[in-house]
């Protein structure tokens, strides 16, 4: 026997200890809840969902991509071809062994890549310990298989083929030991996750942001115990490459707050092992203690468990995490599945959410404010009621924000500009409840359900073609959220709205004064709804110079107001509004245009030399009101 065939029975054992490494994950896994998963077509799709959905993601990073791509594709074509060396006719050519050579050299570029990235200094989103290794590892095992390729080139003349094939073996067992709860942990789990993964309509082009209905009807509402977890989801924790570009995207972890999501992560996927493995990435921002017990029946939440409450409660559910996750994990999909158990069944939420859940239940409105005052704000503009007409064109939904002065302004440019464009519309006025988005995403399902379907049931009464609002939170619930419980209607957002009113000609606009402007994405608008041209458009039209941020787009910062953070409070080292603030200023913007009632009152709760804060509506407005007038148009 030579060193080429020895190295192809050494690969073959390496794949049967995987196959073994594989069924003993897959029983961890099985302890959770059944889920439905469309095998065929997962497994058909896996070649396209990593050649494309992954690596589109991890393109983000140029010099990560070509990493991957030399790293991962050499081993695999080498490691194949080397175990097609054991057909007679192959192993036989020599011409077979130097593509063979050039397979495993191409991973060798690539090791010595991920080894580049982490030596002499790591960047600090990575995680040490056994990732440190992992370079050194690769590097000797396809640099083993290069020597005994090279050798059977050469004609399999002298040791270099065996000194090879002793780099290969230490190198390729070394990686299958990090399989079970290591940096090799995800070359498995996450091609099973690809496969089998909850939200598969991501893979199709879809958004796919809505939260997954809880059932009501369950013995245990919500998340207590890994295994309460559908086994998928926890699939989906060990398919984690700890790469942190969740971390670096996280608000609540860039503000100092108790979260980091690549820990939680981490957190969970060794939730439902007895004996959790080392973590050696960045801990939580002002970690509070927990005792670390996992087990599939201990409490993943609380002081004697392994993650922290107030950790749980620093999440925005701004997906800056999902979006930037190369393996599709839906992180915050189980942070509202632990926010269920705390709030329905333990009644354990923050101070400052009790009285917003308990009102938003018995009063149907966050504030406890009466439904009638809701269109206070309008006072002198003629504001219809959806009642006293029957049916319009377009139904204006206010949501909670008209109770407060700063969004009042807004809706008041919404509605001036909608009376000017000569629109049939109209409101739901007292009978319009709380939409139930705050009160989700607070872990509450029950109340949630509950304003849905009097919501529904209202606008079943009623005829209309569209819906239209200010508030991204809103529109996002009554579009893709509603619909699961029967109400499915048109939903457009007013920066949509008012670029349609402009590009027909039903505004007219002049050009703004002169002025540096930066438009501020809104995480329910952008990365949930996909809908970052249309505000970027209608500020074009106003002819000021536009700028971007350095976040932006689907992949904008959060200003720390979604998910109920305000009301749950967690306290970090500074405020994510201010960080915000800030990257206006690094771009010397003088206006930040807004378009949702939760960024307009956080950005504007700015102090100190900071930008204005206009939303869309009031500068559409003041442009309208510039331009000259038509004859017999509205004034």
């Known amino acids: 026997m030579n060193a080429a065939s020895a190295l192809s029975l050494v690969i073959l054992a390496l794949a049967a200890t995987v196959a073994v490494e594989a069924m003993r994950a897959a029983r961890r896994w099985r302890i959770g809840r059944p889920a439905e998963v469309d095998w065929a077509a997962g497994l058909a ?23 991957h791509a030399l790293a991962a594709g050499g081993l ?75 050798d059977a080139v050469l004609g399999w003349r002298g040791p270099l083929g065996w000194l090879g094939l002793a780099m290969a073996a230490s190198g390729g067992f070394g990686l299958v030991r990090m399989l079970a709860d290591g940096p090799m942990r995800h070359a498995f789990a996450g091609a099973l ?32 115990v890994p295994a309460d977890f559908a086994w998928n989801r926890l699939l989906g924790f060990d398919a984690c490459i700890q790469c942190g570009r969740c971390e670096v995207a996280c608000p609540a972890f860039a503000a100092g707050q108790p979260l980091n999501p690549k820990k939680l992560i981490q957190d969970l996927a060794g939730s439902f092992k007895d004996s959790p493995p080392a973590y050696q990435g960045s801990p939580y921002p002002q970690a509070r203690p927990v005792a670390g017990r996992g087990g599939p029946e201990r409490p993943i939440v609380g002081t004697g468990a392994v993650i922290h409450p107030d950790t749980l409660w620093s999440c925005t559910t701004c997906r800056a995490c999902v979006e930037e996750c190369p393996m599709m994990i839906e992180h915050v999909d189980a942070i509202v599945d632990l926010r269920r158990f705390q709030t329905m069944e333990l009644a354990a939420v923050p101070a400052g959410a009790i009285p917003v859940l308990s009102e938003s239940r018995y009063a149907e409105e966050p504030g406890g404010r009466a439904l009638a005052a809701r269109t ?19 139904l204006l939904w206010l ?25 049939d519309y109209a409101v739901l006025g007292a009978e319009e409840r709380d939409c139930g988005d705050l009160a989700r995403r607070l872990g509450d399902e029950a109340t949630f359900a509950d304003l849905a379907r009097a919501n529904i049931a209202t606008l079943g009464r009623y005829r209309f073609n569209r819906i239209v609002t200010a508030d991204p939170h809103a529109l996002h619930v009554l579009r893709n959220e509603y619909p699961a419980l029967g109400g499915r209607y048109q939903v457009v957002h007013h920066s949509a709205f008012l670029d349609e009113l402009a590009a027909g000609g039903r505004l007219t606009l002049a ?19 996909g809908e970052t041209d249309a ?13 971007e941020m350095e976040r932006h787009g689907k992949r904008s910062m959060c200003c720390g107001g979604g998910g109920g953070a305000p009301a749950s409070d967690i306290v970090g080292e500074r405020r994510i509004p201010d960080i915000r603030m800030a990257h206006a200023r690094a771009v010397g913007a003088t206006t930040v245009a807004v378009a949702c009632p939760q960024c ?14 206009r939303d869309l509506a009031e500068l559409v407005l003041a442009a309208v009101e510039a331009a000259p007038t038509a004859q017999g148009a509205p004034r």
């Open 45 to 67: 799709a896996v070649p396209k969902r990593y050649l494309v959905d992954v690596h589109h993601v991890v393109a983000r990073d140029p010099y990560a991509a070509r990493m």
């Open 76 to 150: 695999i074509a080498g490691s194949g071809l080397a175990v097609i060396g054991l057909i007679p006719p192959l192993g036989a050519s020599r011409l077979f062994w130097g593509v063979v050579a050039l397979a495993f050299l191409v991973a060798l570029v690539g090791g010595a890549m991920v080894g580049r990235r982490r030596y002499p200094d790591k960047p600090a989103r990575l995680s040490g310990g056994a990732f440190q290794r992992l370079p050194l590892l690769l590097v000797a095992y396809v640099g083993g298989g290069v020597l005994v390729a090279l």
């Open 193 to 224: 996750h690809l496969a089998a993964h909850p939200r598969p309509g991501r893979f199709e082009g879809e958004r796919a942001t809505a939260l997954i209905p809880a059932d009501l009807d369950a013995p245990r509402l919500g998340v207590a």
């Open 376 to 394: 206070d704000f309008a006072a002198g503009l003629p504001l219809p009621l959806i009642a006293d007409k029957g049916e319009c064109d377009v």
């Open 399 to 423: 949501g909670s924000g008209a109770y407060e002065l700063r969004h009042g302004r807004t809706l008041r440019a919404l509605v001036e500009l909608m009376r000017r464009a000569g629109l």
């Open 511 to 529: 050009a703004a004064p002169a002025g540096r402007l930066t438009y501020h994405d809104p995480c329910y608008l952008g990365r949930y709804n």
């Open 535 to 547: 505000p970027r458009r209608l500020l074009d039209r106003l002819g000021l110079e536009r700028v």
């Open 600 to 613: 307009a009152a956080m950005l504007e709760g700015v102090t100190g030399d900071v930008a204005e804060v």
